[in-house]
């Protein structure tokens, strides 16, 4: 199984973009999804992305987040545009459904208004 290793987070304002990677120790051919939790909140999945590309969203997200991923790369990535004060979380990509030996530290995402 792969560990992953999430970068890429950042500052940034109401309306602006920021872009998240997650690195995998080692291929994998399973479903590879994006999670993010809030302070005091619990973790939720926000997209997801077979190995083959298809992709699915959480409705908060939809039309403003972008997952893809690089096969030969290991590498999951996500664009977070058109970003709001309530996307600020910790974001982790795992697992689909999520394996608890495989969460990284995450990648801290913070939107001021």
């Known amino acids: 199984q792969a560990q992953f290793v999430e970068s890429g987070g950042g500052l940034v304002q109401a309306g602006g973009s920021l872009s998240l990677s997650c690195a995998a120790s080692r291929s994998t051919f399973n479903l590879i999804g994006w999670y993010r939790q809030t302070p005091g909140g619990q973790r939720d999945l926000v997209a997801h992305?077979?190995?083959?590309?298809?992709?699915t969203y959480a409705d908060s997200v939809k039309g403003r987040f972008s997952i893809s991923r690089d096969n030969a790369k290991k590498t999951v990535y996500l664009q977070l545009n058109s970003l709001k004060p309530e996307d600020t979380a910790v974001y982790y990509c795992n697992y689909v459904p999520s394996r608890v030996a495989y969460w990284g530290q995450g990648s801290q995402v913070t939107v001021s208004s």
């Open positions: 992305i077979t190995y083959g590309g298809g992709t």
